[in-house]
Structure formats: C-alpha cells, structure tokens
Antibody
C-alpha cells in the first residue's frame, strides 16, 4: 500500500525557520516525482514545486521560487519543504503528493503550519 | 484568480445526478488529455477521483465519471449520496507550467 506520512503540526513565530517532512512507503520512492501543495485557510489548492528523488531534479512554481526550498533524502524515502524566514502569510495546510503529468495519485495527510507572533 | 474556472457551488438531492464544469483554454484543458479531479472532505486530504479526463482509479465508484469537450472538462456524479458532499477540484496539465494548475474548487451540497 502506497503511503505518504507527513510530520506534525507546527506553530512558529514570524522570522523563524521550519522544515517539514513527507515519508513515502509502499513504492519505489526514487522513481516518482513528489511535490508540495499549499492550501491557505478556506482556499483552494496550489502547486508549490516538485522533486524527483532519484536525481534531486527540482521544479518550482514561479509564485514560490525563492520563497521555499524542496529537497529529498532518498536513503530514508523522505521529501522536505523548508522556509528560512516564515511570514504570517505562510499560515496554511501543506500537502505532499506524488506527481505525474496532470495527476497526483497519492496524498499525505497534511501538515498545518501556523505562523503567529 | 485560478487558471481553471469552476462554479463555486452545486447542489443536488440524493439519487440525482450533478455535473461540475472546469473551463480552461487551449493551453491546458483543451490542448491535452491530462485533466484530473479530486474530492476533499472537510479537514481531509484531497483524493484522486478521475485522471486523464475519464479514467477512474481502483476503488472509486463508477457513479463518478469524467469527460471533456473543447476547453471544458466535466465531472458527473450519478446516484448522488450523502457521502459525496465535499469540495471538488479539477486540475490540468498546462503548457505554461510543468506542475499543472488547479481550478478554484466547487462545493457540492447534497440536499
């Protein structure tokens, strides 16, 4: 069974750094793209970026380029999303999901990030 | 503003059929057969319901079907059930972005 298990909810202050994770199991982690999706409170879904764990090829949505960093450690089948300096506007639910052209077959359970002073 | 346009809400009674539209352009929906649909219940992660316009993943009831005509894709749910009440999002490959784009989402209410 394919599973993506994300790290737990985070509460941070503006300016702090953060790295959240997504561990894949039940499939060949290095053979499929995996990406991150943002959902702000009461809003829709937005692709942030994707990474191919096999060679760490990474693509970002223009809206998120330079704002976040996506990485992966294939030795532990885990993808990461990190911020160097959080803003209140980063408050959102973040989902990881497998990615292939036009489709995301499997999704993590989501990680809620709250940024508040 | 989302790249793909969906109605904000639709509703139907149990047993009825409803259709949710997803309108794009020839650079996304109209140009490629890479349209997918996701169901999201409150507080839950999205779930893939339809991929490549009209294909159902294993385990998705055949009450759910997808189609496309020109620049508009559609999700039809027949024999509506209370458990179908959720938000639905379409997504498409687009020539302007490797990652693809989502619609703004449609809230389905089962009366």
């Amino acid at each position: 069974e394919v599973q993506l298990v994300q790290s737990g909810a985070e509460v941070k202050k503006p300016g702090e750094s953060l790295k959240i994770s997504c561990k894949g199991s039940g499939y060949s982690f290095t053979s499929y793209w995996i990406g991150w999706v943002r959902q702000m409170p009461g809003k829709g879904l937005e692709w942030m970026g994707i990474i191919y764990p096999g060679d760490s090829d990474t693509r970002y949505s223009p809206s998120f380029q330079g704002q976040v960093t996506i990485s992966a450690d294939k030795s532990i089948s885990t993808a990461y999303l990190q911020w160097s300096s959080l803003k209140a506007s980063d408050t959102a639910m973040y989902y990881c999901a497998t990615w292939r052209v036009g489709t995301s077959d499997y999704w993590g359970q989501g990680t809620l990030v709250t940024v508040s002073s | 503003q989302s790249a793909l346009t969906q109605p904000a809400s639709v509703s139907g009674s149990p047993g009825q059929s409803i259709t949710i539209s997803c309108t794009g352009t020839s650079s996304d929906v109209g140009g490629y057969n890479y349209v997918s649909w996701y169901q999201q219940h409150p507080g839950k992660a999205p779930k893939l319901m339809i991929y490549e316009v009209s294909n159902r993943p294993s385990g998705v009831p055949d009450r759910f079907s997808g189609s496309k005509s020109g620049n508009t894709a559609s999700l039809t749910i027949s024999g509506l059930q209370a458990e179908d009440e959720a938000d639905y999002y379409c997504s498409s490959y687009t020539s302007s972005s490797t990652l693809g784009v989502f619609g703004g989402g449609t809230k389905l209410t089962v009366l």
